[in-house]
């Protein structure tokens, strides 16, 4: 039977209830305990095991005040059989077995729980670790840039949600621990035995398991549109000329760009303040701030600036009130005021980096301050925050994160494809690299660069920075200059050849793609605005969407852009081609327009500047035009393409891309619906009117251009 059809009902366990079984008292590690078996939603069951003399559970922080409160039957004694969302759960101490679904064991001396790994790809649970199907491995869920292969698979977030693509998935809320999936069996050793607290979800249909997730840990906030675009991040800073000069070779060369974002100093010998943790300036280059930032405003770049933290406890929120007795690191309404006379100069956005030693509420806490921190000051503007740390629930907070100090090589580049897509499984869907990597080895070349460059143009996260930072400029490896050299020649680090910096086709290709970023910003906002209102991530495993395709669901190294746009960046040096698996239905290229029968890998030969895109058959993809920043105004229509083959629609949503107003219904929507067997696109207006919208739509050869001014209006072919 269909799980989906099984979960219909919502079963009427929303009041506690207690066994009296007269059997012996249940007991684990030594401990008497109580178990709770509850229903959080429509498709989930939450599984509880807690001391009877302590019986309430910590709270770390990830969970939403509902699934927190969530509460059904408690068993004190012997075993229990009972429904909950009309699915089937036997209790015998210590085992749940859920119908047809899983069968959970807990050890009643240590407190380990095992459960039935199954034979198909287990995904999400974080960034970083082992990837991509997480069975094989063995996770001791370390946090942080020490936690797993830092140089090739990032920095680790890890996330105790795992996803199982035959049907369910589980959330491990207490206590943390290490899990095992090298067996038939799993294991999870917690940190603690006690109290347990597991929610599990059940559902053939991927988007629902995100949703219920959605429900546990939040759904993501937007964030401002700017953050969208492109960012150029800097190392060691020359001299306040340098800094402008460099922002007007962008604006004079045309090269897209919307965020400046500057290093500390300490971990740079010359950054924009006087010392990391430091809120001072350096004054050899920034010795007039505000007029600095005056002057990049006005050429319409954002800035954002590093900080860190040297705390190993954060508690509270920027609203409590200061205590003078505790550490200023460790409260946020203290802290926070070390950065709003900064703040106050006109910073656009944040930059906070470290934080490896914070516990999973200190992180939270940490990712939550620098949301609500900035709108004391601008409580109509969208913060921004470029994380290196965070944990489930951080997307409440809009928080970005990237993927730590990585090395400049092939192998590091391929294996970021699929912690992209488990990062994106995990509920944090703003996330991105270091461009190019971190700490640049014999490997980083111009070639390695620009194919990283393709692969961040299709990040939310679009951002170039590491050592040897001049090369992450997308003029950089034309100017016979490397400097300022960072590294030393050591421990796989190493100084890019010569011979290497002097390649005039790097530039053009970072144009195409800066270009094509831009002209998507239509397409990508409504994949955002998506992920606030599912929860369904920005980069897709192909498992989202074709969960019944065995090969698309074990595909790491291609991924969907949204729903409708596939993305296969070439991760191989000197490539001339491209293996791509095209899923059941047709696609159409979209450099060439032309048509594939999907359900098979295909071979699509590439040079430098091309990385293989697909459009899906039944798909409208709208296309703006090219900006030089994302709130420029350009009178120039919207494109829309539609790709035959199938019904397709799309909404497309617009607001100001600054504020909260959107919550009070102050936004733009077109819902553009084609109908494929009559050749016909509809508009219709879905919300608040904004103005009149030049639109030319093309179909194949066809391209019809029309005025739409509100009024639902159809266009035929």
């Known amino acids: ?102 069968h959970l064991k807990i050890d009643s001396e240590t407190g380990v729980v095992s459960f039935a790994t199954g034979d198909v790809p287990l995904l999400g649970f974080g960034e970083g670790g082992p990837q991509f199907d997480r069975r094989g491995s063995t996770d001791k869920m370390r946090s942080g840039q020490g936690g797993y292969q830092l140089r090739t698979h990032g920095g680790r977030v890890p996330i105790p949600w795992i996803i199982s693509t035959a049907g369910w998935a589980m959330y491990f809320h207490q206590p943390f621990g290490t899990f095992d999936f090298s067996g038939a069996e799993s294991r999870f050793q917690p940190a603690t035995a006690l109290p347990l607290d597991i929610f599990l979800v059940v559902s053939r249909d991927p988007a629902t398991i995100m949703s219920e997730y959605g429900k546990l840990t939040g759904l993501p906030e937007l964030p401002p549109l700017w953050s969208l675009g492109y960012q150029q991040s800097h190392r060691t800073l020359a001299s306040r000329e340098e800094i402008l000069e460099e922002a007007r070779t962008f604006r004079e060369k ?83 005021e070390e950065h709003r006379p900064i703040f106050a100069l006109g910073v656009d956005g944040w930059w906070p980096d470290e934080g490896d030693p914070l516990d999973i509420a200190s992180r939270l806490t940490r990712n939550r301050m620098y949301w609500e921190g900035p709108q004391l000051d601008r409580p109509n503007e969208r913060p ?26 092939w192998e590091t580049l391929r294996t970021h494809i699929p912690v992209a897509i488990n990062t994106g499984l995990s509920g944090i869907p703003y996330w991105g690299t270091d461009i190019g990597g971190f700490v640049p080895t014999k490997e980083f070349t111009a070639e390695l660069f620009v194919r990283w460059f393709q692969f961040g143009a299709f990040c939310p996260l679009f951002r170039s920075h590491g050592r040897t930072w001049k090369l992450r400029l997308p003029w950089g490896w034309n100017t016979g200059d490397a400097s300022p050299i960072e590294v030393t020649n050591s421990n796989g680090a190493a100084t890019p050849d010569a011979s290497e910096l002097h390649n005039p086709h790097v530039e053009p290709i970072c144009r195409k793609f800066l270009e094509l970023r831009y002209r998507m910003l239509p397409y990508l906002y409504g994949a955002v605005r998506e992920s606030t209102m599912t929860g369904l991530p920005i980069m897709r495993g192909l498992w989202l969407h074709y969960p019944d395709d065995p090969i698309a669901v074990a595909r790491s190294d291609e991924y969907l852009w949204g729903r409708d746009v596939l993305v296969a960046p070439v991760v191989q040096q000197g490539a001339t081609s491209r293996a791509v698996y095209l899923p059941r239905g047709a696609w159409y290229d979209f450099w060439t327009g032309e048509r594939h029968d ?13 990385m293989p895109l697909y459009v899906r058959a ?18 120039e229509p919207l494109m829309v393409t539609i790709y035959p083959g199938a019904d397709a629609s799309f909404l497309l949503y617009e607001d100001d891309g600054r504020s909260f107003n959107y919550r009070q219904g102050e936004w733009s929507g077109i819902q553009m619906t084609f109908n494929n067997s009559r050749r016909a696109l509809s508009l219709k207006q879905v919300s608040r009117p904004a103005g009149r919208r030049n639109i030319r739509v093309k179909l194949g050869d066809a391209t019809r251009e029309v005025d739409f001014a509100g009024r639902p209006m159809e266009i035929r072919f």
């Not at 305990?33 to 959080?40: M, N, S, T």
């Not at 999907?598 to 091309?610: K, P, S, Y």
């Not at 039944?618 to 009178?635: A, C, F, N, R, W």
């Open 1 to 102: 039977m269909d799980r989906r059809q099984v979960l219909k009902s919502v079963a009427a366990l929303l009041v506690p209830s207690v066994d009296q079984a007269a059997d012996s008292e249940l007991r684990i590690a030594g401990q008497s305990v109580e178990v709770r078996i509850a229903p959080f939603s429509r498709y989930g069951v939450r599984l509880s095991v807690v001391p009877t003399a302590t019986p309430s559970i910590p709270n770390d922080g990830s969970l939403t005040p509902a699934a927190l409160a969530a509460s059904g039957t408690v068993i004190r004694s012997g075993s229990k059989s009972l429904k909950v969302n009309g699915l089937k759960v036997d209790f015998a101490p210590f085992s749940f077995q859920i119908e047809g679904v899983q």
């Open 254 to 336: 045309k090269l897209p760009c919307d965020t400046m974002i500057y290093l500390g100093t300490g971990f740079c010998p010359s950054g924009w303040n006087t010392n990391n943790g430091e809120f001072a300036f350096n004054q050899k280059v920034f010795p007039d701030p505000k007029a600095i930032f005056d002057e990049l405003h006005k050429e319409h770049f954002r800035v954002a600036l590093h900080v860190v933290i040297k705390s190993r406890a954060m508690h509270g929120t920027v609203r409590d009130t200061c205590d003078p007795k505790l550490p200023v690191e460790e409260q946020p309404s203290c802290y926070w």
């Open 384 to 409: 921004f925050a470029l994380h290196r740390n965070g944990y489930a629930g951080m997307q409440r907070y809009a928080a970005f994160l990237w993927s730590g100090d990585v090395y400049s090589t």
């Open 598 to 610: 999907g359900g098979r890998e295909i071979v699509r030969r590439v040079d430098l500047e091309t």
């Open 618 to 635: 039944g798909s409208i993809l709208p296309l703006g035009p090219v900006k030089q920043y994302t709130e420029e105004h350009v009178d």
